[in-house]
């Protein structure tokens, strides 16, 4: 487990790796409230020994849902969503022409 002070630096970094470049948002609380929030948190390292990949892109789901969530993200800024979208997309194309799942 991290010290307060690492914690609250993990606190901040992901604030600016996550909310800044989605929404702008960057903390301006102050220092006292930054401690506040800190106290609740438990931040911890992982030692990483491997990755293995998943790809999931709501197949659980039926194709109407599918085709909503593409079309979701599609609409989307980002460009990874909206790459998200394309390969639904296509997997919902390979469905239909009968080599994938209906």
Request: glycine residues 8%.
């Amino acid at each position: 487990m991290l010290e307060q002070r690492e914690a609250i630096e993990v606190l901040l970094d992901t604030v600016r790796a996550f909310e800044s470049t989605r929404d702008g948002w960057i903390y301006d609380g102050g220092e006292q409230c930054l401690h506040a929030m800190s106290s609740g948190i438990v931040a911890f390292q992982l030692h990483v020994r491997g990755i293995e990949g998943v790809r999931k892109l709501s197949q659980n789901r039926d194709r109407g849902e599918r085709s909503a969530i593409a079309a979701q993200l599609a609409k989307s800024s980002s460009s990874t969503e909206r790459a998200i979208a394309q390969l639904i997309e296509d997997e919902l194309r390979t469905a239909s022409d009968g080599a994938g799942r209906p």
